[in-house]
């Protein structure tokens, strides 16, 4: 409930516009067509007619029976109606207006002095607020507010992880693991698994607020290219709750969706939680799509002026913001001057159909990959580009990816190379002979893009790989196929093939790492075989092989510390991390396990992971009950190195 105070100064001003608004309504108004004597107001008494002193209260009377009309014909006297006049409150109005404003003073509401009409009508919401010397306050019943003990997108049942993972677990170790993750994974399903654990509904560890919390995860989301899920998350708990730690990472998140009007309903509520240019900015943009352009686009001409922020940066607000209402303003973007690319920009740019420079983007790093990827605003065949990367690091599924290129075939203004692409994906899905759409597999598999553009190709074509029926004339096509189909999760299809593969060979690596249920009776003398034919440097991929199977249990612990001591992998050495990703497994602890392993798997490529940290990583998973994603991350070591 409101204060007394506060009402009567809401109920002024609302009055004020009120009568603004009659006044414009009034230019325009119709000529009345009633009689003159209508529109004539009564003659005001005089003075010297007010009476000296209050008239006694007349009594409330009740409703009269209806009077018989006269009967003196025409001439008779019209019957009268008696008032009925309210009795008046007690005090004189001197000390009514002496309360009242005792009551404002009171609840802080002073006013310096009197707005106009023709500036009460200019105002914004912020303006008005700043005018009465306090923020307007919205109630929203206590049953529908949220909670903020467990904040998330889905629970245990829905997929997610246990709700009470962390109630044990040091706080300050997760703020470590959260905060020290650059967001770049070695492994697409590393990344898979720490979203995964990121957008589960969780309780916070102890000695963390539950928006310090929110704020952590949200910000990893954001490091990690997942703009769209930081999104949903942020939006789980009600505005209301938001803290300085939410205001931080709020813009981004909007920011990186290029839904600049989504933080409107953050800027009516909470406008004050920052006082930065960008926020600012973001401000005067809400202000346009709210129906007051005229005084948003003069703000954004201020902070032109003033120089605060680059005039890119400014420019790109006021077209954003001239695209709201009737003050719409042609507003030119020129890139020739700007030497580097930023989220401000580049969010701006896609929001209002502007394609920045390629060469910048390019120049920024994955980031703008991954918000491409998932962006609708955007060109299909930019989209599609942008889908290697996002599609090899995990941002993108392989549904999405296989959508997208529908998408393509089917738009005719889809043309050249894309098109062709998009045909090549059609023809691994439909062409009659396996050789043929292995073939049409092949071409989209050729990448120049990196490791990342090329497995992202794997991983459009995973589905059309687990169609293969195993053939003892396809081996040579094994790996890749095999490849393809663990990228996207395919195991029980990739596992079909273990009869027609060679013991020893890359595609028997990758089905023993990732086939479900497999027991220990790995021959050694295909690991020997495995290891004697690894090319890799310093015979990575073998490590990784004998690390995994450790982790996986598939091997002896003797065997697994003999392979250790020959080939110098030290998997029985410890740091502070394996301790700590060890103790949490030890616990059950799933969201620790998984956010310890985010943490260690850090860097652009397989070329940062060590088998003694992917050991830990597959063993802490598997024994945590994540056995799919430790099968699938040691799958994805040796198909990747």
Not at 243 to 252: Q, R, Y
Not at 254 to 283: H, I, K
Not at 411 to 435: F, H, I, M, N
Request: hydrophobic share 45%; aromatic share 6%.
């Amino acid at each position: 409930m409101k204060r007394d105070g506060r009402n009567k100064v809401l109920l002024l001003a609302g009055a004020a516009l009120a009568m603004t608004s009659a006044l414009a309504f009034a230019q325009d108004a119709p000529e009345s067509l009633l009689p003159k004597m209508f529109e004539t107001p009564a003659p005001t008494p005089s003075p010297s007619a007010t009476p000296t002193r209050r008239p006694a209260p007349v009594r409330p009377v009740a409703s009269p029976r209806p009077a018989a009309q006269p009967t003196g014909g025409a001439n008779a006297p019209r019957p009268q109606s008696t008032p009925i006049v309210q009795a008046l409150p007690s005090g004189t109005p001197s000390q009514a207006a002496t309360d009242d404003g005792a009551g404002a003073a009171k609840e802080g509401l002073q006013l310096k002095r009197l707005p106009t009409l023709a500036e009460l009508a200019k105002m914004s919401p912020e303006d008005f607020e700043e005018l009465i010397g306090r923020k307007v306050e919205f109630d929203m019943p206590p049953q529908a507010r949220r909670s903020m003990e467990r904040v998330g997108i889905f629970d245990e049942t829905e997929g997610g992880l246990p709700a009470d993972s962390l109630a044990n677990q040091n706080g300050a170790l997760i703020r470590t693991a959260l905060s020290g993750n650059r967001g770049a994974l070695v492994s697409r399903w590393g990344h898979i698994a720490l979203r995964r654990a990121l957008l589960s509904r969780l309780a916070p560890p102890a000695g963390m607020s539950p928006q310090d919390f929110l704020a952590l995860r949200v910000a990893l989301l954001l490091r990690m290219g997942e703009p769209d899920a930081a999104r949903g998350l942020l939006q789980d708990i009600d505005i209301a709750n938001y803290t300085p730690a939410i205001g931080e990472v709020v813009l981004k998140v909007y920011t990186g969706t290029a839904d600049f009007t989504g933080l409107c309903p953050v800027m009516a509520t909470q406008g004050s939680l920052r006082d930065d240019p960008e926020w600012n900015l973001a401000r005067s943009i809400c202000e346009a799509y709210r129906g007051n352009g005229t005084s948003a686009l003069s703000k954004l001409d201020r902070e032109l002026v003033r120089g605060k922020m680059p005039r890119i940066d400014v420019l790109l607000a006021q077209r954003y913001a001239a695209a709201a209402g009737k003050s719409r303003r042609a507003v030119t973007i020129e890139w020739d001057k700007v030497d580097a690319i930023t989220p401000w920009r580049y969010g701006l740019a896609i929001g209002v159909g502007i394609e920045p420079p390629a060469a910048l983007v390019k120049e920024g790093g994955p980031s703008y990959d991954y918000t491409t990827a998932l962006a609708p605003m955007v060109g299909l065949a930019r989209r599609a580009q942008a889908a290697d990367l996002a599609g090899g690091s995990g941002v993108l599924s392989n549904a999405a990816m296989v959508d997208l290129y529908a998408q393509m075939y089917a738009d005719p203004d889809v043309t050249g190379e894309w098109q062709d692409r998009a045909e090549s994906l059609r023809d691994a899905y439909t062409l009659q002979g396996a050789d043929a759409r292995v073939a049409a597999m092949r071409k989209l598999w050729t990448s120049d893009g990196g490791d990342a553009d090329a497995y992202g190709r794997r991983v459009l074509t995973a589905a059309a790989a687990a169609r293969i029926a195993p053939r003892a004339e396809m081996a040579d096509n094994a790996a890749d196929l095999v490849g393809s189909m663990l990228a996207a999760g395919f195991d029980a299809n990739a596992a079909r093939w273990a009869p027609v593969v060679e013991a020893g060979s890359d595609a028997w690596a990758m089905i023993v790492l990732s086939a479900p249920g497999m027991a220990q009776d790995i021959p050694g003398s295909a690991i020997d075989s495995f290891v004697d034919n690894d090319a890799s440097e310093g015979k990575r991929r073998a490590g990784f092989l004998v690390a995994s199977l450790a982790g996986l249990g598939r091997i002896e612990r003797d065997a697994a510390s003999s392979y250790s001591n020959d080939m110098g992998l030290g998997l029985g050495g410890e740091t502070r991390w394996t301790r700590a990703i060890d103790g949490a497994a030890q616990r059950g602890d799933r969201a620790s396990v998984v956010m310890l392993a985010g943490f260690g798997m850090q860097g652009a490529s397989w070329q940062r992971m060590t088998p003694r940290y992917l050991f830990h990583i597959v063993s802490a998973l598997r024994e945590v009950g994540l056995d799919g994603e430790a099968r699938m991350i040691a799958a994805e070591a040796v198909s990747r190195t």
